[in-house]
């Protein structure tokens, strides 16, 4: 399988901040959630894969190719929201589809004015400038839909929207990955938006990736045991990856294939997961 996306020992540092050794990627038509806290580095990332912050170190290919060789004509193919869209203030919907129109060649105003109406957004009522916060990450997201791209890269699209309309975004984004050449590198910090839509998942922490596995994986690795605290002392330690405690007792993570045999576990959500997992690295 090919690789829409491919990061190798990718740093870069601020002052005061590091990304480190990142090495990830992205199968080609499927969908990777990048997660991680507020300031753990997604947003970072994701500009460093579209060049807009020099990586120190590494190596970063997208859609087969070296992004420090050619890549303005490979920007053609990537459909891209970052967390803050901004486009020029005084524009309406209509006038960015003139805008659009000469900067991407396959850009598709039938698409483009279909989104338009289903984010029910205005055409010529609203400048930029004016729109909510909502509405304009929805323009951002109609425009990075509608120039038949092969890779999108999203960085917290369903931020400020309402639970209405997150669920259309996940959906079309679904969608968009059934053509087998098109793929999703989406950041979140709500897990269970990526849990729903996800393949891989990718969760960084402090600028370090701590965690990159296919989602099916994760949760079929691991459970949730609720026991007392005693109980929980007769399982192998290396099967339990985190605990919480409760008035009734103890909920942990555990490993499924350290457990005894046949042994039944809760099914963990990817946030219990992450949460617990995340947790118990800090230890
Ligand atoms: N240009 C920069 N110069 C210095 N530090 C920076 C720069 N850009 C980002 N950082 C720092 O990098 C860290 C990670 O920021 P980043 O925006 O990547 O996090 P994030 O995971 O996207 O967070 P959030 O969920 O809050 O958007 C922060 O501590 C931030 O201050």
């Given amino acids: 399988?090919?690789?829409?996306?491919?990061?190798?020992?990718?740093?870069?540092?601020?002052?005061?901040?590091?990304?480190?050794?990142?090495?990830?990627?992205?199968?080609?038509?499927c969908i990777l959630g990048l997660v991680g806290k507020n300031g753990a580095g997604k947003s970072t990332t994701?500009?460093?894969?579209?060049d807009m912050i020099h990586k120190d170190s590494g190596t970063i290919y997208v859609l087969g190719k070296n992004i420090e060789e050619d890549f303005t004509e490979t920007k053609q193919d990537i459909g891209v929201?970052?967390?803050e869209p901004s486009?020029?203030?005084?524009?309406?919907?209509?006038?960015?589809?003139?805008?659009?129109?000469?900067?991407?060649?396959?850009?598709?105003?039938?698409?483009?004015?279909?989104?338009?109406?289903?984010?029910?957004?205005?055409k010529w009522k609203k400048q930029f400038k004016n729109y909510s916060k909502g509405m304009k990450?929805?323009?951002?997201?109609?425009?990075?839909?509608?120039?038949?791209?092969?890779?999108?890269?999203?960085?917290?699209?369903t931020s400020g929207l309402d639970p209405f309309m997150r669920d259309e975004i996940l959906d079309i984004l679904y969608e968009f990955t059934r053509e087998e050449d098109q793929s999703v590198l989406i950041s979140s910090?709500?897990?269970?938006?990526?849990?729903?839509?996800?393949?891989?998942?990718?969760?960084?922490d402090q600028g370090s990736l701590k965690l990159y596995e296919e989602k099916d994986c994760l949760i079929e690795q691991y459970g949730i045991l609720k026991c007392s605290k005693e109980e929980l002392k007769e399982f192998?330690?290396?099967?339990?990856?985190?605990?919480?405690?409760?008035?009734?007792?103890?909920?942990?993570?555990?490993d499924r294939s350290k457990m005894p045999k046949d042994y039944e576990t809760d099914m963990a959500t990817l946030e219990e997961i992450?949460?617990?997992?995340?947790?118990?690295?800090e230890e």
């Avoid at 209509?94 to 205005?122: A, G, H, S, V």
């Fill in 1 to 29: 399988m090919k690789n829409a996306l491919e990061l190798q020992n990718v740093s870069k540092s601020f002052k005061g901040f590091e990304t480190k050794d990142m090495t990830f990627s992205l199968p080609e038509g």
């Fill in 46 to 50: 994701i500009r460093l894969i579209m």
């Fill in 81 to 83: 929201v970052l967390d």
């Fill in 87 to 122: 486009f020029p203030e005084y524009v309406t919907a209509d006038q960015m589809n003139n805008i659009m129109k000469n900067i991407y060649r396959n850009w598709d105003e039938k698409r483009y004015y279909e989104l338009i109406d289903q984010f029910e957004l205005p």
């Fill in 137 to 157: 990450m929805k323009l951002a997201i109609a425009v990075a839909l509608s120039h038949h791209a092969k890779l999108l890269i999203l960085d917290e699209p």
């Fill in 189 to 204: 910090h709500i897990v269970s938006d990526l849990e729903r839509i996800c393949d891989y998942i990718a969760y960084i």
């Fill in 236 to 254: 192998d330690e290396q099967a339990v990856k985190g605990v919480r405690e409760n008035p009734y007792g103890v909920e942990a993570l555990v």
């Fill in 274 to 281: 992450i949460v617990f997992l995340s947790k118990g690295q």
